[in-house]
């Protein structure tokens, strides 16, 4: 079960001086409640609650990779909105770095690229039968804060080339949706 909720108290155990935290979970779902408390271990993991990214400001990503793609191309070297979005997470994007067995690689590649336009593996070294890789994320797994970078960087992109983008003010409004 997955869900959000917030801590509604913080207080010490008496008999095990460990820390107690009450929640309030945004669950009606009584019986998956009721299932837990006859369990007798459970794995339980709270970080801070972030929005998930805004639709409309991923949209608006594809448009200016669209625009920066074309306006590249006139130069004589085609390129597209796919390699641009590509080209913004090598540069911006959350990887894991990872070391596969070099007769491993391919199939490894190949499964992790077929997760998404953006899950990619930038090569850093090969030795000992080894290679050493960076695997990054594709932006739909991206929090708010990832995704806010990556426009920004997209955007910053597109006004070095001249292209017309939102005004800050309407920027600040799609990247306000997340908070």
Known sequence: MQTTGEITDINID????????????????LDAIEQLKNEDKLNVEIKKYRNKRSLDANAYCWVLCDKIAKEL????????????????????????????????????KRI?????????????CRKDKCVKVHCYYGSSTYDS????????LIVGLAKSLGIETKTQEELNSLLEGWK
């Open 14 to 29: 008496f008999k095990t001086r460990k820390p107690k935290i009450s929640l309030l979970l945004n669950i009606d779902e």
């Open 73 to 108: 191309s006139k130069d004589g070297i085609a390129t597209t909105k796919e390699k641009v979005y590509q080209d913004a997470i090598l540069q911006i994007g959350t990887f894991e770095p990872m070391i596969v067995e070099e007769k491993a690689f391919e199939n490894f």
């Open 112 to 124: 992790w690229e077929k997760q998404g336009l953006g899950f990619l593996i930038q090569e850093v």
């Open 145 to 152: 804060k990832e995704m806010s970078l990556l426009i920004e």
